[in-house]
């Protein structure tokens, strides 16, 4: 039967598939082996997101540690609620002093969250050596942010339209 | 009167052949796979998938190529060629990707299988078959339908891939985008779920509609040369309606509403 | 062994609105060989198909070896048209497999026998059909003749107990025709084998059969041993040996009358 080379071609047609599914996974949706990994979330209020969107980046220092899964308004408050997903690795590392800030990439850029990474007191740290506190479900005593957890200190995103209202005024003052 | 008469008629026509073409579809499906099955499926892939590559990869290469174009002349007004990538890599991942991967199936593989299961019709393979103990369903049809639910979605994957390439050659290699950039900035704006997997499923659910299509029209042609020749074109015909407006639908259910 | 392998009882068919058989009843004989005779487009190729249960009766019945074929379940069907085979007028191979293939295939669908096994039994169904030489041929390098040999082989690969041979004669040459009565007669004395040999090709059939059926105008005409045939006293009968170009069966399609036609309507 002349059915192998055509069971040869359709290993190779598979075989390409693969190759390509690879090339869309890692370079084109940087899908690394982690990348769809654990995550845990975190909350924060902002008075105003700007052009934040759902699956815009958080990040440190330039490095995506997470994505904003969600943004809704405050039934009570009426302001806006950012819902932020941040992988696993990066649990217990950012203190609850850690702040937010609504950031542009360039000048038209798209908007990202900016985590500013606070500080730890002393003791807090003894204590979590000490008691363990981070070790074991609820956390609430420990001094990272944890599952859930709601970030108070955020600045808000940079409004084009009220820095040249806020500019005007202040001239018009002088 | 007659006119009422008449699409009365046709509406029970059409319910009646969705009716005979999914009883087909059951009666082929309903089977136990053998290991027979697969072997004759590896068969078909060899005919509807290793042989629409070739179209598939010039198609994917040169729209992607295209698309960057395009997409350069524009986006340089703007001093945003960077974002070049992700243009390229959304565009042909979430819709031409699936689509024209599925219009072109159409055309190169339904359309070969309508003729081909037409043509045992015509000649009584079929019923030889029917007469041998043999389901035609299950040695014919089965096989088919496996092999283009499988293939398809692989050749969109394929086109995809190659199109975000072309971009690259066009984008980068001639008109001087970053590369840096082109890749990085897609990375951070393509999602692997959304984007990506979603493509992914839109090329299967036009993978099950085209084969289905073909096979019935070939099943249920008239065994005869203008029969087949009425079939093939139906199917073609059929299949890039069907793919259009299930893109739509698909599209508004995955990306329309969030 | 006279008992009837095949019994059709009042037995009506109809395609849409055109009836093509009215109440007809056969029977045929396991070993012997029948004939069914009539003129071109009354549906001998549906008779067949009837048998072997790829269409359903309207009225009446069919039976094989005692089942009913039309009311047994879908799987004892198949299991039944195992037993069966079936020339097409066309031959019917399957175009992408080589002569050898196809003789195999209801083989390999049907049996756990191994390749060696196979290989041997194809190559003797081939020899009887003098075909052995042409196994790694395809279909498309075949002669209509040798094509309708090399399905005769398929079609006994089973080695059935019946075999139901459409329009054997048709367009062929008269050496092939020649060869392939012989096979036909042969084949049912030495393996026992039940034939149905549905043809209008008169004298040829004649020196076969041993009884005969004659349909026309849905129903069955005349029947006997060809003897009885020969000195039927039935116009149709003899017009239908003797290929008279009109009679009972008439030339002309059934239409208007010819003035009417003309002039009724102006």
């Not at chain 1, 890692?26 to 990348?35: E, F």
């Not at chain 3, 025709?177 to 007669?185: A, N, R, W, Y």
Request: aromatic letters at 8%.
């Amino acid at each position: 039967m002349t059915s192998r080379k055509n069971e040869i071609l359709v290993g190779l047609f598979v075989a390409l598939a693969i190759i390509a599914g690879l090339l869309l996974a890692l370079r084109v949706a940087n899908q690394g082996m982690a990348g769809n990994g654990e995550t845990y979330k975190l909350n924060a209020r902002f008075d105003n997101i700007g052009g934040l969107k759902a699956r815009s980046s958080v990040k440190v220092g330039g490095v995506v540690v997470g994505r904003v899964s969600r943004i809704y308004l405050h039934e009570q408050d009426l302001i806006p609620v950012v819902e932020l997903e941040i992988a696993s690795e990066y649990q217990n590392t950012f203190p609850d002093t850690s702040s937010l800030s609504i950031l542009t990439s360039g000048l038209l850029g798209e908007q990202f969250i900016g985590l500013q990474p606070g500080f730890i007191f002393p003791e807090d740290l003894e204590m979590i050596e000490e008691d363990k506190v981070c070790d074991n479900a609820p956390y609430s005593d420990c001094p990272y942010l944890t599952n859930g957890e709601e970030i108070l200190d955020t600045k808000s995103a940079l409004v084009l339209e009220d820095l040249i209202g806020q500019f005007l005024f202040n001239q018009g003052n002088e | 009167m007659e006119i009422l008469q008449r699409l009365g008629r046709n509406t029970i026509d059409t319910f009646a052949s969705i009716g005979a073409a999914s009883l087909m579809l059951y009666g082929a499906l309903i089977a136990i796979p053998k290991w027979k099955n697969i072997r004759l499926t590896v068969e078909q892939m060899y005919v509807v998938g290793v042989q629409s590559l070739l179209i598939i990869l010039v198609s994917g290469l040169f729209i992607g190529m295209v698309m960057a174009l395009q997409g350069y002349t524009i986006l340089v007004n703007y001093g945003a060629e960077g974002s070049l990538g992700p243009m390229v890599a959304l565009s042909i991942l979430r819709e031409l990707g699936p689509v024209v991967t599925a219009l072109l199936f159409a055309g190169r593989a339904g359309s070969a299988l309508t003729a081909e299961i037409g043509l045992m019709k015509a000649t009584e393979q079929l019923s030889s078959l029917e007469m041998m103990a043999v389901d035609p369903l299950r040695r014919i049809v089965s096989p088919r339908f496996w092999a283009g639910v499988i293939s398809m979605p692989m050749l969109a994957i394929i086109f995809s891939a190659v199109g975000i390439l072309g971009g690259h050659l066009v984008g980068v290699d001639w008109l001087g985008v970053d590369a840096g950039s082109y890749w990085s900035i897609m990375q951070s704006t393509v999602d692997w779920n959304e984007d990506v997997i979603n493509g992914v499923i839109k090329a299967l659910v036009f993978a099950v509609v085209i084969v289905w299509i073909a096979l019935f029209k070939g099943y249920s042609c008239i065994p005869t040369s203008e029969g087949i020749s009425k079939a093939t074109t139906e199917t073609v015909v059929y299949a890039s309606l069907a793919i259009l407006g299930l893109d739509f639908v698909l599209t508004a259910l995955m990306f329309g509403i969030s | 062994m006279t008992d009837n392998i095949i019994t059709v009882e009042n037995m009506s068919f109809s395609r849409g609105q055109r009836t093509i058989y009215d109440n007809i009843s056969l029977n045929v004989k396991r070993g012997k060989i029948t004939a069914i005779m009539g003129p071109s487009g009354i549906g001998k190729t549906t008779l067949l198909k009837l048998i072997g249960g790829q269409l359903i009766p309207s009225v009446g019945k069919v039976e094989f070896a005692g089942q009913d074929v039309h009311r047994i379940s879908r799987s004892s069907l198949y299991q039944l048209r195992k037993k069966m085979g079936m020339l097409f007028q066309s031959g019917a191979l399957f175009t992408n497999m080589s002569v050898f293939d196809n003789v195999a295939f209801p083989l390999r669908e049907h049996s756990e026998l191994s390749e060696d096994i196979i290989h041997t039994l194809v190559l003797l169904k081939l020899e009887a059909v003098g075909l052995r030489g042409a196994h790694d041929l395809m279909p498309s390098e075949l002669s209509g003749g040798m094509a309708r040999r090399a399905a005769l082989a398929r079609a006994i690969a089973l080695d059935p107990e019946l075999i139901m041979y459409d329009e054997p004669f048709a367009g062929q040459d008269p050496i092939s025709l020649g060869v392939l009565l012989e096979l036909i007669k042969s084949l049912s004395q030495a393996l026992q084998l039940t034939s149905i040999v549905v043809t209008h090709d008169v004298t040829e059939v004649l020196s076969i059969a041993d009884y005969v059926y004659i349909l026309a105008n849905k129903t069955i005409i005349g029947e006997g041993t060809p003897e009885e045939i020969q000195q039927s006293e039935s116009a149709l009968v003899q017009q239908f040996l003797e290929g008279k170009p009109n009679g009972p069966v008439p030339f002309h399609f059934p239409a208007k009358d010819l003035a009417s036609e003309f002039i009724g309507n102006q």
